[in-house]
């Protein structure tokens, strides 16, 4: 009789790698002081510190820029002592990230992947592309968005800017479903035709944009035929209102405050319609 198979953890911490302060770290691959090295010494400390605390998802994105700092840091290295140093802490990182790698993409094969990230109030620098971009590859055609609140003007905008984000990507984006909730105040009418010129400005793009009402639809939930699926506690209604028409964040939202809320990001082999 077959018997399931329980995926383990990465390994512990390499002796080598274990949690230093950004000054022992320099001293240990004999970095210098300039703002390069520092820089390496300073991600790669936070990679360790999340690493240890079984943040894997934060840990590889900061071992993958701190390998990249030191490879700069060793391409401008002379000294041949210092470069064999280098090599060898390189090649410790490096495998550490491939373990993390691994077990991570063993999670989402195994739908069990899981990653939050918390929006603190104010906080900048979460535009949808920002905050999508890693999860649109060429391989998504069709896209589900559920959220209740796409009804006044600012959040057709920002319904449209996720949909211009979608063209943009190097995703192939051929059908787009939306399930909103629909506006029964003065709003509707604006609402409906605010939609369908979207829809109109999509298909003219090669895009589908099917709509659906629900009067009982309460989560916010977006997912991706790739198999990411990621729910946002107020949905694409995170962004504060600028302070003026000229105030920086107005156009870019990287610069526009946002409100708090929880971004949690899934990974499952398939997602289902609407």
Excluded at 61 to 70: A, K, M, P, R, S
Excluded at 112 to 141: C, D, M, P, W
Aim: aromatic fraction near 8%; include cysteine.
């Amino acid at each position: 009789m077959a018997t399931s198979r329980k995926r383990s953890r990465p390994a512990q911490l390499h002796p080598g790698l274990r949690r230093r302060t950004t000054p022992g770290i320099m001293a240990k691959f004999g970095l210098g002081q300039d703002p390069q090295s520092t820089a390496a010494a300073t991600v790669l400390k936070r990679a360790v510190e999340l690493d240890s605390e079984s943040r894997y998802p934060q840990a590889l994105v900061c071992y993958q820029e701190g390998i990249d700092l030191l490879l700069q840091v060793l391409k401008g290295t002379k000294d041949n002592t210092k470069r064999c140093n280098l090599r060898e802490k390189i090649s410790k990182y490096m495998d550490r990230a491939e373990n993390i790698k691994k077990y991570l993409d063993q999670e989402k094969e195994d739908g069990k992947y899981h990653k939050q990230i918390k929006i603190e109030e104010n906080a900048t620098g979460f535009s949808y592309e920002s905050l999508f971009r890693e999860y649109l590859h060429e391989t998504v055609t069709e896209v589900w968005i559920e959220d209740p609140y796409i009804r006044h003007t600012h959040q057709l905008y920002n319904f449209l800017r996720f949909c211009e984000m979608l063209i943009k990507r190097p995703c192939k984006v051929k059908t787009i479903h939306l399930l909103t909730s629909l506006d029964e105040g003065i709003e509707q009418a604006q609402q409906s035709r605010g939609l369908q010129e979207i829809e109109e400005s999509l298909r003219s793009h090669g895009v589908l944009l099917e709509v659906q009402y629900s009067s009982s639809i309460h989560d916010r939930e977006i997912r991706f035929n790739n198999g990411w699926m990621i729910k946002i506690g107020r949905g694409l209604d995170y962004f504060k209102k600028p302070q003026s028409h000229f105030s920086l964040g107005y156009c870019d939202f990287d610069l526009r405050p946002c409100h708090e809320t929880t971004v949690d990001i899934f990974h499952k082999k398939h997602t289902k319609n609407i």
